[in-house]
Each structure stands twice: as C-alpha cells, then as structure tokens.
C-alpha cells in the first residue's frame, strides 16, 4: 500500500507496510502512482515519457526512474506486502503485563472548564481524594502485574491532583522505597491545571517527575473561554506566571503545554505561537476538543478545512523556527523514522485496558481514565485484580487490523486504530473509529512527515 501527496513542494510517497518514506521529482511521483494503480511499466513509462518529454525528459531518463523504482523494491521499501495481518492477533493474545497507571488521585477540581470530558473533574460520580493506603495498594498491584517489565510509569491526574498533593508526595516516596527491592523504576508524570503549583510543588516535581504536563490553551481570551474557576473567572493571568517559572526551573526540559482547541479557536497555530513567541515555552501540544457533537464547543465539518490548514501553516512555521536556530516541539509532530515504534506497539496502540489502566480515588480499575465510572467498563480493584475478563479479552484483542473501517487507510500503522475511548464514544464500539479524528490525524501525519522530508533536504 502507498500513500502519495503533495505539499510545500514536497512530492512524498509513504510505502505503508515498510515505513519507508521517499521525495521524489515530479516524473517519479507520476512513475509510481500508475505502476500503482496496475499499469504496465512500459504503458506507465510511455504515459510519463509522453507528460515530462517537453521539459527534456528522455527515454533513457524513464528507464532510470524504472530502474530506481525495481531496487526499492527489491530492497523492501517500495510496493511492499502487509506482512503483518496474520500476526496482528497472535501478538494481542498475551498475557496482561501492565506497564502504566493513571493514579486519579482527585476526583474534583479547583476549575470548572466547560468541555471536561471528566465532568469537572468527578467523572460523572461524587467528589473524592485517594487515600495514601489505596494509592500504595495502586502501586503494590502495578509492581505484582509487571512481570519482567522493570520500567514502570505513573501518571497523576484528575480531575486536579495537586488537590491531593501530600499524597502524591507520600506516594513518590513509597515508590522509591521499594525500587531497589523489587528491581522496578519508577517515572512520574504530572498533569496539573496550574493553579495549585507553588514553591514546594515545583521543588518536588523537578527532582521527582520524569515529565508534567501543563494545561494552558492559549491566548489569554481563548484559555479563559473555557478554563475558569467556579466564581467564573479565568486562570490565564493566574497560571502563566507559575507555568513560566516553572519550566524555568526545569531547565526547558520534561514538559509540555497542552491546550484545547474547539469550534471557538480553530485558528488554534496563533494559541501555539502565543506560547512560544510571547510567554517561551517550547515545548507544545494542542489537542482537538473531543464532546458532545451538540455542544457549540464541539468541532464541525466546516472547521475541517480550517484545521488542515492550520497544521500547514505550523509545519511550514516550525522548519523555519529550525533554519532560524530556534526549534519548538509540537507534540503530534514528533516522528522517528529510523528508530519508531517497534510493529507490536503500531498495531497495538497505547495498551489501554492491558498494559495501561486508570485505578480511580476508591481504587476500581478502568481501562483508561476516558471510561471512569463506566459500569460497563469498570474491569475490577486493586484489591482483586482484573475479575472483568471478558472486557480484558475484548482489549487484548482491540488493534488496528480488528476495526473494518481501518483496513484501507494508508495511517493505521500510525495511528494504530485510534483511540478506543474516542472510538466507543463516537460509535459505541471500542472497535469503531471516531472519523473525524481520523481525519485529523491523517493530516497531521501527513504534515509531520513533510517536516522531516524538509529536515532531511535542508540538513537540519
């Protein structure tokens, strides 16, 4: 399978099921994409000899690009076979090892932001804290489920986990008291609103998070839109200072800004260049609001244009922001093309339900924090384990070559199927798609690799 396309000058052809990317010249491009629809090679030679012969293509040149096109394939990196969709269930039926929790460590908030798909905060249930005992039972479970895993990874989150911070600290501390014991290390991530970060906080973070996350979505006007607290008000002037400090203090490194955009901004690349140009985070992430189709914050079929351009117009800003010697991160952008994700983790995607799973403040088991206080999909304790095997069977078996709508789409090693929260939202099935997600994240993909095809010409 090939996925060819065009953009800021760039001709890329992806060769799907070998990860192989190429830029190629105009009669190459055209080259492929007959041998591609079945011609012949020489009715495809012909077709272009005849389109580029004004311009001083030759018949010599044609058997070059003929001749280019048999050693990529040859060399398994062009018109390659999917090799994969046999294999793709016998990697799935495993046995359950968990790798990762998302402690929710507070089931409330400090903010009452309107699109919260976590309902402000509680998940569609009463208001709660962790217990420092539940949240050592949480990490007890993860270690006695890890098997041969050594490197674990937990996440607090909320709602607004440094509502509960003393347990989180006494939670980190525990953590290390039995790394060195049970062979197992430990990484933290922190996802916080702001509003709760103070001195103590950063200090402890800075020595104990592998990463935070920090959620601004922009421009003062557009975070206060959403982001305020219950009196009404906004964070933006509350929380940017903090952040700013913050990230200073982390030397620049372990972190990103993650905002929301909705109908409301769809312009989203001027909250992202807000952030970089005037308040200096680098590090950035803007994700597309993801609610109730009648919200009037929910994104529509119009903004879908609006939204591929915008990822245009950040693609093209950040290869000049690297020419220019002053490179930004932009989250979905971040792609290795010679070191990716092993085949199990593209067909597989983020483990949700298997490897990853939400443990809530009560401690009941989740498969991510998308589905909390779901009785459908609550899959057990930490006490008991996982007693919902029906439900961990059906996530062992969620990959992107068990959802019928993916099996044409150039991006499924890439995006692994999607998420099965979003999927179960959109469609009421784990092994739907969110379609509109999809089109996003086809042109996102699309735009990342353009990014790295500029980095490689310009030897950046």
Same mark, same amino acid.
């Given at each position: 399978?090939?996925?060819?396309?065009?953009?800021?000058?760039?001709?890329?052809?992806?060769?799907?099921?070998?990860?192989?990317?190429?830029?190629?010249?105009?009669?190459?491009?055209?080259?492929?994409?007959?041998?591609?629809?079945?011609?012949?090679?020489? $009715?495809?030679?012909?077709? +272009?000899?005849?389109?580029?012969?004004?311009?001083?293509?030759?018949?010599?040149?044609?058997?070059?690009?003929?001749?280019?096109?048999?050693?990529?394939?040859?060399?398994?990196?062009?018109?390659?076979?999917?090799?994969?969709?046999?294999?793709?269930?016998?990697?799935?039926?495993?046995?359950?090892?968990?790798?990762?929790? &998302?402690?929710?460590?507070?089931?409330?908030?400090?903010?009452?932001? $309107?699109?919260?798909?976590?309902?402000?905060?509680?998940?569609?249930?009463?208001?709660?804290?962790?217990?420092?005992?539940?949240?050592?039972?949480?990490?007890?479970?993860?270690? $006695?489920?890890?098997?041969?895993?050594?490197?674990?990874?937990?996440?607090?989150?909320?709602?607004?986990?440094?509502?509960?911070?003393?347990?989180?600290?006494?939670?980190?501390?525990?953590?290390?008291?039995?790394?060195?014991?049970?062979?197992?290390?430990?990484?933290?991530?922190?996802?916080?609103?702001?509003?709760?970060?103070?001195?103590?906080?950063?200090?402890?973070?800075?020595?104990? &998070?592998?990463?935070? +996350?920090?959620?601004?979505?922009?421009?003062?006007?557009?975070?206060?839109?959403?982001?305020?607290?219950?009196?009404?008000?906004?964070?933006?002037?509350?929380?940017?200072?903090?952040?700013?400090?913050? +990230?200073?203090?982390?030397?620049?490194?372990?972190?990103?800004?993650?905002?929301?955009?909705?109908?409301?901004?769809?312009?989203?690349?001027?909250?992202?260049?807000?952030?970089?140009?005037?308040?200096?985070?680098?590090?950035?992430?803007?994700?597309?609001?993801?609610?109730?189709?009648?919200?009037?914050?929910?994104?529509?079929?119009?903004?879908?244009?609006?939204?591929?351009?915008?990822?245009?117009?950040?693609?093209?800003?950040?290869?000049?922001?690297?020419?220019?010697?002053?490179?930004?991160?932009?989250?979905?952008?971040?792609?290795?093309?010679?070191?990716?994700?092993?085949?199990?983790?593209?067909?597989?995607? &983020?483990?949700?339900?298997?490897?990853?799973?939400?443990?809530?403040?009560?401690?009941?088991?989740?498969?991510?924090?998308?589905? +909390?206080?779901?009785?459908?999909?609550?899959?057990?304790?930490?006490?008991?384990?996982?007693?919902?095997?029906?439900?961990?069977?059906?996530?062992?078996?969620?990959?992107?070559?068990?959802?019928?709508?993916?099996?044409?789409?150039?991006?499924?090693?890439?995006?692994?199927?999607?998420?099965?929260?979003?999927?179960?939202?959109?469609?009421?099935?784990?092994?739907?798609?969110?379609?509109?997600?999809?089109?996003?994240?086809?042109?996102?993909?699309?735009?990342?690799?353009?990014?790295?095809?500029? $980095?490689?010409?310009?030897?950046?």
């Amino acid at each position: 399978m090939l996925h060819q396309y065009k953009l800021n000058g760039y001709n890329i052809v992806l060769d799907v099921f070998s990860g192989s990317v190429h830029v190629t010249d105009d009669a190459s491009y055209d080259m492929i994409a007959y041998l591609d629809q079945g011609l012949s090679r020489e $009715e495809a030679g012909r077709r +272009v000899l005849e389109a580029y012969q004004k311009e001083g293509c030759t018949a010599r040149d044609i058997d070059d690009i003929l001749e280019d096109i048999q050693t990529l394939k040859d060399q398994g990196k062009l018109f390659t076979e999917d090799i994969y969709q046999d294999k793709a269930f016998d990697l799935k039926k495993r046995n359950a090892i968990v790798k990762a929790l &998302c402690l929710l460590v507070a089931h409330t908030c400090n903010l009452n932001c $309107e699109y919260c798909f976590a309902s402000q905060g509680h998940f569609q249930g009463t208001n709660g804290l962790m217990t420092f005992e539940t949240g050592k039972r949480a990490l007890d479970f993860l270690v $006695e489920h890890s098997g041969f895993r050594r490197n674990l990874e937990v996440d607090f989150f909320g709602g607004e986990p440094l509502m509960n911070f003393q347990v989180c600290r006494e939670l980190v501390a525990y953590a290390r008291s039995i790394e060195q014991e049970k062979k197992k290390n430990f990484r933290f991530t922190l996802t916080t609103n702001g509003i709760g970060l103070n001195d103590e906080v950063m200090e402890w973070a800075n020595k104990e &998070c592998h990463n935070v +996350v920090l959620s601004l979505d922009g421009r003062r006007e557009v975070n206060d839109r959403f982001r305020k607290d219950y009196a009404g008000r906004g964070s933006y002037d509350r929380i940017v200072p903090k952040f700013q400090e913050f +990230v200073k203090r982390r030397g620049g490194r372990g972190y990103y800004m993650r905002g929301t955009f909705t109908h409301f901004n769809p312009d989203f690349t001027n909250d992202l260049f807000h952030m970089a140009d005037d308040l200096g985070f680098t590090e950035l992430s803007m994700e597309p609001v993801v609610t109730d189709p009648s919200s009037p914050s929910a994104l529509t079929e119009e903004d879908l244009p609006i939204l591929f351009e915008q990822y245009e117009i950040l693609a093209r800003d950040m290869i000049r922001r690297k020419k220019e010697g002053k490179p930004i991160t932009f989250y979905h952008y971040m792609l290795d093309l010679s070191h990716g994700p092993c085949i199990y983790k593209r067909i597989s995607g &983020c483990g949700s339900g298997t490897e990853y799973l939400a443990v809530t403040a009560s401690g009941d088991l989740y498969p991510c924090h998308q589905f +909390v206080n779901d009785p459908e999909y609550k899959m057990g304790d930490i006490w008991q384990g996982v007693t919902n095997t029906e439900l961990l069977n059906r996530f062992k078996l969620c990959n992107v070559y068990a959802r019928e709508e993916c099996q044409d789409c150039w991006a499924k090693l890439y995006c692994s199927g999607g998420c099965a929260a979003n999927s179960y939202h959109a469609s009421g099935d784990i092994l739907g798609t969110y379609s509109y997600g999809c089109e996003i994240f086809k042109k996102r993909i699309e735009c990342a690799l353009m990014v790295k095809a500029a $980095e490689n010409s310009l030897g950046l």
